[in-house]
Structure formats: C-alpha cells, structure tokens
C-alpha cells in the first residue's frame, strides 16, 4: 500500500520522538485494579482525526455502559465533523474536538487543557499506543489516574496500566483491554454499535421511504442496497470496476436497487440515473445506514458507520486485513477481490444479499 508522504515522515519522526522519550524518561507500570464504584467521571482521549478510529472506540464506550451505567464519559477526539457520530450515545457527556492548529499553539492548547481540567475527571482513558498528540495532551490533562494500555517499547505519560489481550486481534476490539482494570467482571459486546434511537432509525426508514417514493420505486419485493465507492489510497476500488460489479449484479437479480452514496466532495453518482443521497452529519447517515437491506463498500470510514449502525455490510478487501479493520457486525461479510473473477464475486454478493 502505498502511503502519502507526509504520512511516511510523521511515522518516523513519531518513532524517532518515541525512542528518545522512552532513553530519558521512566515508565513506571502500575496495573493495581480499580473498583468502578468510585468512578464518576471518565474522559476517553483519541486525538485521532479518521471516522473509523472514532468508532473504534464504540465497543469500549458501551463496555463502560454496561459495567458503569451511573457515570457519563466525556471524549477528546481529533476532528470536529466526527463529533455528531458519538455525542448522542447514551452514556457520552460531551465531546470536544482538537484541530491540528490547536496543537500547533502551545499556549491555546494550555488554554484548552485548563478548561477540560476543571472538570475534575475520575480517570482519563487513553486505549491506543503511540500517538504523539495524545501523548501531548496527556501531560497537559490532570487526573488521579492516566490509564492505558501497557507497551514497553513505547513511550506514554501514563500512570496506571493493563496489559493487552492477544486474543484481540481487532483493532477496534483492542481498547477493550482497558476493562480489565476494573474489580467487577462482565460480558462486553464485541462490534461497533453507535446506539442509534429508536426515533433515529425512524427517520432513516422515512427517509428512504421517501426517496424511493420520490423516485417512483415500489420498496415490495426488492433489496434496497447502499454503495459507497470511495476509500483511501490503494484501498479505494476503480469507478469503472464498481460501474461493471453493478451492472452485473442489476442483470442477475432485477429486484436489487442500488443507492449511491456520495462523499462530501461529490456532486453526482457513479452512473447517470442511478439513485444517490448526500448527507454531512455522520450521525443522521448513520440513522439512514440503518434502513437499508445492506450495505456495499470498500475498506473505509463509512463501512464502519454502516457496521455500527447494525446494517448487514458487504466489505469489499483489496490490500488490508480483515482481521484486523473488517466490519465486526455477525451479519457482516468479507469479499477479497484481489484477481477475483467479477461474476463469480456478483454471485456471491447476490446470496449474501438473499
């Protein structure tokens, strides 16, 4: 896969830093349990700025639901249009968001960490290893307890600890490891779940109702199938080979409608005439996700929004794991396209979608 380059040299310049930290400082590994009796306030920290990290955080935030019902968790995450995707869960207080400027200005990110401060939080939960801007605003953020992952080989401002779980291969399974520091032992949903309301997937199926309705389609008998064709890098899969996968699921299987769903920078779908919808609050996409039959697309952000609202997702892998970033919903399906003749992939889609 080929990366960005300016990704390349912040993966090293990352690395570099993490070295000279872990020479000059001491890490000190306490992993004494915590009885979550005595917790009220939690801020989980993931400065991270991609959608599909955001939601990774979903099983932990439920996790935290489950085995604490009584506390509210605050988030800092990194990009602000991500926000709406968390901020209505049940158990989510606020969420604030830190652009990249604001790590650029040392004094305004004082400023911002004084204000996060006084909110007196219990604990602050930082679940993922080797974030330079996390790191950055752990130092800065005052709690009795800093609590993470622990790893040896990598520097962390942290003063509490557990050890990873091998048997979370997943990376948005991983955080989950953090319940073990806890004195209370249960059961932990292992899949994305945005606990969308029951009047959020409402409006999702009125939605789609409507667009169908609007387009003189009759929802009797067909599968409503949503498409999101866009991905990062090498994942992202070529217009004209999503054009052909259409064409040939449409020939085989004529009650199958396909909806395209644009990215924010799109003005048109991939076909003329082909049905499309465009919506900017994730957390709203998320709710109209929910009403469709299933959902198509590449390795991406969107695919995890889909899993996470708890529609069946059909992921399209061409270069990355599906162990480690596939879609975690049981009715959820893999599909390696890589030299994979397109037929035989339609007609497996066709009775994946049956």
């Known amino acids: 896969m080929a990366?960005?380059?300016?990704?390349?040299?912040?993966?090293?310049?990352?690395s570099v830093l993490n070295k000279v930290l872990l020479k000059i400082v001491r890490l000190d590994a306490n992993f004494d349990k915590i009885d979550p009796e005595n917790i009220n306030r939690i801020l989980l920290v993931r400065l991270n700025y991609r959608i599909g990290n955001i939601l990774f955080m979903t099983p932990l935030l439920r996790a935290i639901e489950t085995l604490m019902p009584h506390v509210k968790v605050d988030m800092l995450?990194?990009?602000?249009?991500?926000?709406?995707i968390v901020k209505d869960m049940p158990n989510v207080n606020n969420v604030y968001d830190a652009p990249r400027k604001l790590l650029k200005s040392p004094i305004q990110l004082i400023k911002f960490a004084n204000k996060l401060n006084k909110n007196n939080y219990d604990i602050v939960i930082s679940p993922v290893n080797g974030s330079v801007s996390s790191n950055i605003a752990l130092l800065l953020l005052k709690s009795p307890i800093?609590?993470?992952i622990y790893n040896k080989d990598s520097y962390s401002p942290l003063n509490r600890f557990v050890y990873p779980k091998k048997e979370y291969k997943h990376s948005a399974l991983q955080p989950l490891a953090i319940m073990d520091i806890f004195t209370q032992e249960k059961e932990y949903n292992k899949y994305l779940d945005i606990a969308l309301s029951k009047d959020e997937k409402e409006f999702g199926k009125n939605y789609l109702d409507n667009l169908l309705k609007d387009n003189n389609i009759e929802k009797t008998d067909k599968k409503i199938i949503a498409i999101f064709k866009d991905a990062r890098n090498d994942k992202k899969i070529p217009n004209s080979w999503w054009i052909e996968y259409i064409d040939n699921i449409s020939k085989k299987d004529k009650n199958?409608?396909?909806?395209?769903i644009l990215n924010p920078n799109e003005?048109?779908?991939l076909k003329d005439g082909m049905l499309y919808l465009k919506e900017k609050n994730l957390r709203i996409l998320g709710s109209i996700f929910s009403a469709f039959d299933r959902f198509i697309c590449a390795d991406t952000g969107p695919m995890h929004l889909a899993s996470a609202s708890l529609v069946p997702v059909i992921a399209l892998f061409n270069i990355t794991s599906p162990d480690t970033f596939g879609p975690l919903g049981k009715n959820d399906k893999v599909l390696m396209i890589n030299d994979q003749d397109i037929d035989l992939l339609c007609t497996k889609t066709i009775q994946m979608i049956l």
């Open 3 to 14: 990366l960005p380059f300016h990704w390349i040299i912040r993966r090293e310049l990352r």
């Open 77 to 84: 995450i990194g990009a602000a249009y991500i926000k709406p």
């Open 146 to 148: 800093k609590l993470g």
């Open 256 to 260: 199958i409608v396909f909806i395209d």
């Open 267 to 269: 003005t048109k779908p």
